[in-house]
């Protein structure tokens, strides 16, 4: 799933430092599961800014609102009878793409983006999230072992590790596990690094990566 | 111990004919002071086969590697032109490469680079588009096809004749695996290996008998990095910080052993004792002295334990 993390409380009172009347859509996809920007979230951004408000004695009315999912355009037409009450402000609780889907359908509002939308990964327990996909369009990390070296290895080298891995962590931080160090390691235990691994990696194309330019899939049967 | 001679490279000449060879590094300054280069070079002049020039190491920016090799071969050295995969994709690299030989450069030597994380700009963006053994492949189809990456051919003779090298780091993690990442390099036809600084000689050893058991020694050069500790301080500070590089406890012992204004010649010491081994170590055909701001250290070392181009018959 995509993982985000809301924005800095102060960047968020920024946004509205000079509204009166704002809504905050929350999203019930991927950024619920990883707690930055469900009902629950919206709930608590609500009443931070409106306690927070009542502190500077500032007026301001905060609406909440979670749809089912901000990348899709039919539960973003749902706000529309919100929109219509005329907020100074929507504060967008999904990934970037909802504040973005909402900007496109509602040009005329001022939309702001609550959370930070920080990369494609999962939960290693409740409350630690880690990244495992850059989304490059082609993957083949059943190469390595299962894991994946354009996500996980700092440098995304094809051929690794580099000679900055040491004690199975990367050169970049003691918190950052080496993946190449992991590959490797599963490659001479599973009898495969002297064999099938021991092949020189083809340079990586990076066509079907953001390198290509913005990415788009047209599925013609499902095309109405 | 004689081989084929397939570019105008002195240190390929040094090296294919058997004799040990001694190349020296050299870092650019961060700024465009020329003089820095010359002056550092005249240090390393008749003493090493060829420099290394290092690229925006560390990841601080510094005039660029190119540029301070084309200064150094003016004073009559050989430049080694480091190239990182950090700061160029594959079209600046081909480009860089075209240029570098054209004017002149024989020796490149290719690296994956130090993350941006360490450097002055580490909110910039890194490229990583290939990787260094990737890159040595980029340079082989170059020089010995004659084609670009794209496919695209370059008449006979305007190929960029290259003395392709690479850098090897037996101390860093997993042990078992560095031996065969270096038959990777060697795959994809790297010429000649330098490696990191050597402090732990029984780890460096035991790799290099596995690389000799391999064969590799016999279609790649073996350089053995050697880098003196300047002191206690110092090799405390390789020890415990620097990600990738061993030093035994006897080393540290050893330091802690003689009076602080003692501990310049101890680590000099140390240091021609590992030439002195390295010398009969088979796999290795030479010394990479990595002598980091400190190359007035040089001509001291060289005359020392009488290697380098002074010293041959």
């Not at chain 1, 580099?162 to 004690?167: N, R």
């Not at chain 2, 060697?186 to 780890?203: H, K, N, T």
């Not at chain 2, 020890?239 to 030093?247: D, L, Q």
Request: aromatic share 6%; net charge negative.
């Amino acid at each position: 799933m995509i993982i985000a993390e809301r924005k800095p409380f102060d960047e968020l009172k920024s946004f509205i430092a000079d509204k009166k009347k704002v809504l905050i859509v929350g999203c019930r996809g991927c950024v619920t599961v990883c707690n930055a920007g469900g009902t629950k979230e919206v709930g608590i951004l609500a009443s931070e800014l409106r306690l927070d408000a009542a502190k500077d004695g500032r007026e301001l009315t905060v609406d909440e609102h979670t749809l089912e999912r901000q990348c899709d355009p039919e539960y973003i037409e749902e706000l529309l009878e919100l929109v219509e009450k005329n907020y100074d402000a929507i504060l967008s609780m999904a990934c970037s793409v909802g504040p973005q889907f909402v900007t496109a359908r509602y040009p005329a509002e001022d939309v702001y983006p609550a959370l930070n939308t920080c990369f494609m990964g999962g939960a290693l327990q409740h409350g630690i999230w880690v990244e495992r996909c850059q989304g490059c369009g082609n993957c083949i990390i059943h190469l390595f072992g299962g894991m994946c070296p354009v996500s996980r290895c700092a440098k995304s080298i094809q051929n690794g590790p580099c000679g900055g891995s040491a004690e199975g962590v990367c050169e970049i931080s003691k918190e950052v596990d080496c993946v190449w160090h992991l590959i490797a390691t599963k490659m001479m235990e599973t009898g495969q690094a002297e064999t099938t691994f021991a092949p020189v990696q083809p340079f990586k194309d990076w066509t079907t990566s953001r390198d290509g330019g913005p990415r788009k899939i047209v599925r013609e049967d499902l095309v109405k | 111990m004689s081989r084929e001679v397939r570019t105008k490279s002195n240190l390929e000449k040094v090296l294919a004919s058997g004799q040990f060879a001694v190349t020296g590094e050299l870092g650019p300054p961060r700024s465009a002071a020329r003089d820095e280069v010359t002056e550092k070079a005249k240090h390393l002049l008749g003493n090493v086969d060829s420099v290394n020039i290092t690229d925006n190491q560390t990841a601080v920016v510094r005039m660029c590697s190119l540029s301070a090799a084309l200064i150094l071969q003016e004073t009559g050295l050989e430049a080694n032109m480091q190239m990182v995969c950090r700061d160029r994709n594959r079209i600046a690299m081909q480009s860089d490469i075209l240029g570098a030989a054209a004017m002149g450069i024989n020796n490149l030597l290719v690296l994956s680079g130090d993350h941006q994380k360490f450097g002055d700009h580490p909110e910039s963006k890194n490229v990583f588009d290939i990787d260094s053994i990737n890159l040595i492949k980029t340079v082989k189809m170059m020089r010995d096809d004659r084609r670009l990456l794209s496919g695209q051919e370059m008449a006979e003779g305007t190929e960029p004749r290259i003395f392709i090298g690479g850098a090897f780091n037996p101390f860093a993690d997993p042990e078992d695996y560095r031996v065969l990442r270096v038959a990777k390099k060697v795959e994809a036809g790297v010429d000649f290996l330098q490696s990191q600084c050597i402090y732990d000689m029984v780890r460096f050893k035991k790799f290099m008998s596995r690389a000799v058991d391999m064969g590799l020694h016999e279609k790649c050069y073996f350089m053995a990095g050697i880098t003196p500790l300047k002191g206690l301080g110092m090799a405390k500070y390789m020890k415990n910080n620097v990600p990738g590089i061993t030093v035994p406890d006897e080393m540290i012992e050893r330091m802690k052993g003689v009076p602080k204004d003692k501990q310049v010649d101890e680590g000099m010491k140390i240091a021609a004792e590992q030439i002195e081994e390295m010398r009969t170590l088979p796999g290795i055909a030479g010394v990479h002295l990595m002598f980091i701001e400190w190359e007035h250290m040089v001509p001291r070392m060289v005359d020392e334990v009488k290697i380098g181009p002074k010293y041959r018959k």
